[in-house]
Each structure stands twice: as C-alpha cells, then as structure tokens.
C-alpha cells in the first residue's frame, strides 16, 4: 500500500465509522438508553399478574381476595421491580396490578384493556 491508497483507506473507514454512528438503530439505541421506555416495567408486571392468577387458582381465590406481594413473588422466577424505581400495587385477583409511575400503569392498562 502506497501513500495515497493507504490515504483514501483511512477516509473511507472514517466514513464507514461516521455511517454506523449516525444510522437510525444507534439513534434509537441511545434514546432508549436516556429514556428507557415502559416496556420492561410491562414484563415484570406481566410476570406478577400471571403470578396473582396462579395463586389465585392454586388457592381456590375469588377474584375479591387480595393477595400480599410476598405470596405472589413466590410464583415469580425473581421479585419483579421496576426499573424506574416504581412501586407496585398488586389489588384484588379481578383488578389489575398498577405500577406507581403513571406512564406505566397507563401502558399496563392500555395493554390488558386491549385484550378483552
Ligand atoms: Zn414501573
């Protein structure tokens, strides 16, 4: 490799570089980063409202009985917490689990509303 091809290698990889760090998947990478998003707060509540049904079932439960936090992380894989620090509101077996952050309990609802 002469000077000048050695040169233009070196441009073009500063190009490629530039490329990558600009595109769309790293945008949003970062943004997602700086905000992270209500989605994995939904999976944890995911996880304690199949958890609540569980103990609901295996308990002979109606859906007025209200189960603590304690009993419904037993058939949790691991105690769900929100990311954000949010804190959870289990209810009664027929009332949805609410997270403290509104964002989420938003998110939640629109989800499991859109399921019926
Ligand atoms: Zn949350």
Known sequence: MNFY?????????FVCIILVGLSPAT???????SHPSPNSCL?????LDAGKQQ?????????NDTPALAEIVAYCMNAPRCPQGGTYTIGR????????????????????????
């Open 43 to 47: 999976n944890e509540l995911r996880k």
């Open 93 to 116: 077996v027929g009332e949805p689990i609410s997270c403290s952050i509104p964002d989420h309990a938003k998110a939640w609802l629109e989800l499991t509303e859109s399921k019926k």
């Open 27 to 33: 945008v949003r990478f970062l943004r997602a980063r």
């Open 55 to 63: 103990w609901a079932i295996e308990n002979h439960k109606t859906t």
């Open 5 to 13: 091809t050695k040169g233009w290698f070196l441009v073009i990889v």
